[in-house]
């Protein structure tokens, strides 16, 4: 099957409005209780495990993420390190 690709005015189309002064424009993961579901809960290795690092290498751009922040506010995460042992494992 060859692949679509729509012209410039069926983009624009796709596109959704843009605010206008007074329109309400909400940010849906502005936080962490209003983020996606899967950012709210740890199912990754243990942070800074080999298996972690392998998956996310800069770590300085993963403490920025709302995986980190979200581990930080439950705990998992103490100092930028490690301390959720009663973390299950996914085995």
């Known amino acids: 099957m060859p692949l679509y690709i729509p012209d410039a005015e069926e983009v624009e189309a796709m596109r959704p409005p843009k605010p206008t002064r007074g329109m309400l424009v909400v940010s849906m993961d502005a936080d962490i209780n209003s983020s996606d579901w899967a950012k709210r809960t740890w199912d990754l290795p243990p942070y800074k495990s080999p298996e972690f690092m392998a998956m996310f290498p800069d ?24 301390v959720a042992d009663h973390v299950e494992s996914a085995e």
């Open 59 to 82: 770590l300085d751009a993963f403490r920025h993420t709302k995986h980190y922040q979200n581990a930080v506010e439950q705990g998992l995460i103490l100092d930028d390190e490690w």
